[in-house]
């Protein structure tokens, strides 16, 4: 392994992208107008954006702020057709808006999105009375009949993506007699519990008790609200300084924060050997000599920074083992497969199931990687690509999903320690 010197840098990363999305939602639905300030602007969150001005909420996106004029009813258009793009976040949360309005709207979305499954969500809106027409059953484009919902006890199934049971929380208080939520099955706790935070915050009342959440009918309220970094897109920044032994600082990014991921650095990068320190807003991780391996990780509800593990997994002192992710071969690739055939590419050892797969070190080769026009796979291998030269990729602006200027910023960051 490489002996390192650790530097120091400091980041300010983008805003988080699953943050920005659910202001977008309360803003949509709340009295008066929001201000987002330092909103995520990337193609996800700009699709939303733009879908809620398609369906007649008033949306000015002026830099660093963003207003939202809300309707506590739902959209003010009577018909709409919204695309959505990549974003599977607009795809899962804008049927549950529109669910709400009165009119016939459509939700359509780019191939890879039309490929992704949506029958828990659909099934819970068609018990609300909600009358949706699908593709193939459970797929994108969608036909809604709206006339607002009833409300009552719905059923979900949030165990491949906990989209499903955020959205439904969401729309919640725009129902007439609010929801109780009954969950079946759940993946990536702290989301819900994100969407749980935020939804208060915005003035409305929500409970949870074990499996069940009980939200009544109300009204969310106008406000200014700050959009802290987000935590998914600092994992490459601190894995970075896990495999080079330097020290990287994220602004913004502290000890109140709700995102789940960063646990990555707390937990998992922590059993790796690094030093992690979180204060009330910034998070500093300085990586060891030697990166030692944390044997079995269970990223059931961290799953957005498996292949982040993945990546730096070659560099450990031993085989890396992540478990209960099944739900990753869902997301904008199969990205179980993605990353081992990454890794494979790079020739390292990689062992696959349906839910896990098992990294074996070695010393990563040049390799051009398949992106599958998925931005985590080009991040993760990114910091790869820090330790192994001549890494490159198929489609390197894929990133542009979530972090548009990702590889300036991360070549920013070695320069940073180079100079230090």
Request: aromatic residues 6%; negative net charge; glycine residues 10%.
């Amino acid at each position: 392994m490489v002996e390192t010197t650790s530097h120091t840098a400091t980041v300010r990363l983008p805003g988080s992208k699953s943050v920005t999305a659910r202001a977008l939602f309360l803003a949509a639905l709340a009295d008066g107008t929001s201000r987002l300030i330092t909103p995520l602007e990337a193609a996800d969150t700009v699709a939303f954006a733009d879908g809620l001005s398609t369906l007649g909420f008033p949306v000015d996106r002026g830099g660093d702020v963003w207003s939202i004029t809300g309707n506590p009813t739902g959209p003010p258009a009577e018909t709409a057709v919204v695309w959505c793009h990549d974003s599977g976040t607009a795809a899962r949360f804008l049927p549950a808006l529109v669910s709400l309005g009165a009119g016939d709207f459509v939700i359509d979305a780019s191939e890879q999105m039309r490929a992704r499954p949506m029958g828990p969500l659909l099934r819970a809106l068609g018990s609300l009375g909600v009358r949706v027409h699908a593709a193939n059953g459970d797929r994108i484009p969608l036909r809604i009949d709206a006339d607002g919902v009833e409300g009552g006890v719905v059923q979900v199934d949030a165990g491949a993506s906990s989209q499903y049971l955020s959205a439904l929380c969401l729309m919640a208080p725009g129902t007439r007699n609010g929801l109780t939520i009954e969950v079946l099955d759940e993946v990536s706790v702290p989301y819900v519990e994100l969407t749980l935070a935020m939804m208060r915050e915005f003035g409305v009342t929500a409970t949870r008790q074990g499996s069940r959440i009980t939200i009544g009918p109300g009204t969310y309220q106008a406000r200014d609200y700050v959009i802290e970094p987000d935590a998914s897109t600092a994992s490459y920044f601190f894995a970075a300084a896990a495999v080079t032994g330097n020290t990287v600082t994220v602004l913004g990014l502290g000890r109140n924060s709700r995102q789940g991921d960063l646990r990555f650095a707390t937990e998992v990068l922590s059993a790796m050997g690094c030093e992690v320190t979180v204060d009330d807003d910034r998070t500093t991780v300085t990586g060891p000599t030697h990166l030692r391996s944390p044997g079995e990780v269970v990223m059931r509800d961290i799953s957005d920074t498996m292949m982040t593990l993945a990546a730096i997994a070659p560099y450990a002192d031993g085989p890396v083992r992540i478990t209960d992710v099944g739900n990753c071969r869902i997301k904008e690739s199969d990205r179980i497969d993605a990353m081992a055939s990454a890794l494979d590419a790079c020739g390292i050892t990689v062992h696959t199931g349906a839910d896990w797969l098992e990294i074996t070190p070695g010393r990563p080769h040049s390799a051009l990687v398949q992106t599958r026009a998925d931005h985590r796979i080009a991040m993760s291998m990114s910091v790869l690509g820090i330790r192994t030269a001549g890494i490159r990729f198929d489609d390197a602006d894929c990133v542009g999903k979530t972090f548009p200027g990702f590889h300036q910023e991360l070549a920013g960051l070695q320069e940073a320690w180079q100079r230090g």
